[in-house]
Nanobody, 114 residues
Framework: QVQLVESGGGWVQPGGSLRLSCAAS????????MGWYRQAPRKERELVSG???????TYLDFVKGRFTITRDNTKNTVYLHMNSLKPEETADYYC????????WGQGTQVTVSS
């Protein structure tokens, strides 16, 4: 079994920054891809950023130029660096890992508000 534990969420003013972390543990198969999704109230979950098995990154158009996904394979941890946050990005952010199965973290809440 694989466990994903997110951290780093919280409250930030518009234009502020946060860094989310997701630590993976357990029987993780390699290669694997990891990424971040978010779900705002009354909206569907959407992919924010992903990092595939060969290191290629993808970003939601709305976050391009502001968010950066990175990974530390020595720690089995993926990060989402978020800059210039906007109020409409208030959501629960979920870490995702795909090896032979899909795994999800429990989510971390991000609130962007003045």
């Amino acid at each position: 079994q694989v466990q994903l534990v997110e951290s780093g969420g919280g409250w930030v003013q518009p234009g502020g920054s946060l860094r989310l972390s997701c630590a993976a543990s357990g029987r993780i198969l390699r290669p694997n891809g990891m990424g971040w999704y978010r779900q705002a109230p009354r909206k569907e979950r959407e992919l924010v950023s992903g990092l595939n098995t060969v290191g290629t990154t993808t970003y939601l158009d709305f976050v391009k130029g502001r968010f950066t996904i990175t990974r530390d394979n020595t720690k089995n941890t993926v990060y989402l660096h978020m800059n210039s946050l906007k109020p409409e990005e208030t959501a629960d952010y979920y870490c995702h890992l795909l090896d032979s199965q899909n795994y999800w973290g429990q989510g971390t809440q991000v609130t962007v508000s003045s």
